[in-house]
């Protein structure tokens, strides 16, 4: 990945997310609060912005920046759950072209940042649900493949129980709903591919 691959990954979650954000709220009305879509469209809009002025030198720093806008820009905890994740990224990410391997590690380290957040753990019913498979499928086939495992988790999210975050205050309730932030996730991990 190069430094314009990474804006134009950015800009394709931006696009995502707001196509998606209807869906995202739908899925977060169920068992949270409800503001999950409309949250992260206006984060990855104020994205967009921030990036278009923003010379950066390297793919860390178009990440590093994505994250800072996240948390200063998007409620709720899935701004500073992704902008950390970003953030993390971006700090390993120090070249203007980085290798699969490193891109792997900076996933690894995105993964690690919102786990040291949110304390979630496999199985909790959150974003860790998605983001896990989908760095093991990176490293092993790629960005497709990491799409698809993401996907593929998030969807099986609706048997789980939430035991982190609002969804986790219904217990049982929370089965049979998937999980918004695996979906988003999802997301961000289709826009890769």
Do not use: C
Not at 89 to 104: A, H, I, N, R, W
């Amino acid at each position: 990945m190069n430094v314009e691959q990474a804006r134009a990954w950015i800009a394709a979650i931006a696009a995502t997310v707001e196509a998606e954000a209807e869906t995202l709220t739908r899925l977060d009305s169920a068992i949270g609060d409800g503001d999950h879509g409309a949250n992260l469209k206006r984060g990855f809009a104020a994205v967009r912005t921030a990036l278009e002025g923003f010379e950066a030198h390297t793919v860390g720093d178009v990440l590093t920046k994505t994250g800072a806008t996240l948390i200063s820009k998007v409620g709720g905890a899935s701004g500073p759950l992704y902008g950390s994740a970003f953030r993390a990224m971006g700090k390993t990410l120090t070249s203007p072209d980085v290798t699969t391997e490193q891109f792997g590690d900076a996933l690894d380290a995105g993964l690690a940042a919102i786990r040291k957040l949110g304390g979630a753990q496999p199985g909790d019913k959150t974003m860790v649900d998605a983001w896990l498979p989908a760095v093991a499928a990176f490293r092993k086939k790629g960005p497709q493949a990491a799409a698809t495992a993401a996907e593929e988790a998030a969807r099986a999210t609706t048997d789980l129980q939430a035991r982190k975050g609002r969804a986790s205050y219904l217990g049982e309730r929370s089965i049979g709903h998937q999980d918004p932030g695996a979906t988003s996730t999802a997301l961000i991990f289709r826009a890769l591919a």
